[in-house]
């Protein structure tokens, strides 16, 4: 039984670990939480999201609906827990944060190869994971820095409001999801989301405050990029006039049921918890100090005496600069059984970071046990993002989410969009089952011998 490393208990490190365990190696799975806390983080608990409660959509047609699905192929742990912690949101697999972080701690405390080890980490030895995510500390950041011989790139992610259900003003507000579509064994027939409607002067007196409303400001953060699916809500109104109304606030697909017809802008609510007590305003990630934060989103129909359960707040994040230092399958590129997966190597989002996590694990197992280390055709949506990482330009490389610009173009042109994304599903889908039939990765058990 070979012992390794995973450095991280988010959610690319539980599922690494995870993986390693059910394949027979003993698994040192390191967090440095409660002994040393993060400006996010607020439990000790393996895999708290910090962020959204939001895993995106689970339709196939969709770029992380389709690289979930990929997952589940591979017998992904995370989306399993996530499936135990869902609550209402529409098409979007959305969890109960505490229900979630439980479930996959659990999970890991239960497999007897795990051993969780809280302390914080200074250096690195491999066989290893590293998948400290956006927060790595400062030594250990320093750490991978001298090992790997590259400065680490930096921007700044903001996260939003939560409010209390009871203080808001249901008759300002209407539940529905965009286009009427329903997780229909999850959500009741009313809607998953509160939807906030404006008007044209409503929408702009809004902006008006949005955009004059004081803000935290320092040399950092204004010199670091923020990446574009996490940028502050106030950042994005600066601009123009119209950027919210096609972004965050788009009111289409969604009549108020009081008038019929769409309204100027809206802001969406989504569920928090199971039991539908907070609600989150979708994309208002947002810096602004929170007297303002309390004085501007209070202005948002619905709203005016809503009980912000946790305010928005920006914290740091880091990220390697990944085609210059690791190889395709993320390891460094003089030992390929020191390994990095999550947010950390440049990819974007909780189902990303899931992702490279469990194809860490599945290849730290095949660096250790002699078959070569292996990557998914980059007609699939985990291959496509491993083949961008791999192909980008270092001195460009930016951040990058699930799309599907990421994919082979199919072999003969298709012009309808929907039609077009079900064929690049539909393709990706067969390949991944090809792949893990032709690698045997099927035959993995999905629980951890006694």
Not at 46 to 66: M, P, R, Y
Not at 351 to 375: F, H, W, Y
Request: proline content about 5%.
């Amino acid at each position: 039984m070979t012992e390794v490393h995973v450095i991280g208990g988010g959610l690319a490190g539980s599922e690494a670990a995870y993986q390693l365990a059910i394949r027979g190696h003993a698994v040192l799975l390191h967090e440095m939480r409660p002994i040393v806390g993060t400006p996010a983080h607020k439990t000790d608990r393996l895999a708290e999201l910090v962020c959204s409660n939001t895993f995106k959509s689970t339709e196939i047609t969709n770029a992380h609906g389709l690289l979930k699905a990929e997952m589940r192929l591979m017998g992904s742990m995370i989306l399993e827990c996530a499936d135990e912690a869902r609550v209402a949101a529409g098409s979007a697999l959305a969890v109960d944060r505490d229900i979630f972080a439980a479930a996959v701690t659990s999970r890991i405390e239960s497999e007897p190869r795990i051993t969780i080890v809280r302390e914080e980490v200074t250096g690195i030895s491999s066989p290893c994971i590293v998948a400290t995510g956006p927060l790595t500390s400062d030594s250990l950041a320093t750490a991978i820095r001298e090992r790997l011989g590259q400065n680490a790139l930096a921007f700044y992610d903001a996260i939003a409001p939560i409010v209390a259900r009871e203080s808001i003003d249901d008759s300002k507000v209407f539940r529905a999801s965009r286009y009427d579509k329903e997780t229909s064994a999850i959500a009741d027939d009313a809607g998953a989301y509160l939807n906030c409607p404006m008007t044209r002067d409503e929408y702009d007196t809004f902006l008006d405050a949005l955009t004059t409303a004081d803000q935290y400001h320092g040399h950092e953060f204004d010199e670091a990029p923020f990446f574009e699916g996490c940028m502050p809500i106030e950042v994005a109104a600066a601009r123009g006039r119209d950027t919210l109304r096609f972004g965050p606030m788009k009111p289409v697909g969604l009549k108020d049921p009081r008038t019929g017809r769409e309204a100027h802008a809206i802001v969406q609510l989504r569920q928090e918890d199971r039991a539908g007590r907070m609600w989150n305003l979708v994309g208002f990630q947002t810096r602004l100090r929170i007297p303002e934060q309390q004085r501007v989103f209070k202005m948002i129909p619905g709203l005016a005496d809503a009980d912000f359960l946790r305010y928005g707040s920006i914290h740091r994040n880091s990220y390697l600069n990944s085609p210059a230092a690791l190889d395709a399958t993320l390891s460094a590129k003089d030992d390929p059984c020191l390994m990095f997966a999550g947010q950390l190597t440049g990819v974007e989002g909780y189902t990303e970071s899931s992702a490279t996590g469990l194809l860490a694990g599945i290849n730290l197992d095949r660096c250790l046990s002699g078959p070569d280390k292996i990557v998914p055709p980059a007609t699939t949506m985990l291959g496509g993002l491993y083949r961008y990482i791999r192909e980008c330009d270092p001195k460009h490389f930016q951040p990058m989410n699930a799309n599907f610009g990421l994919l082979d173009d199919l072999s003969s042109p298709v012009r309808d969009k929907k039609r077009k994304r079900e064929l690049f599903a539909e393709r990706a889908l067969n390949e991944m089952k090809a792949w893990i039939s032709v690698h045997s990765l099927s035959l993995v058990p999905t629980t951890t011998a006694q």
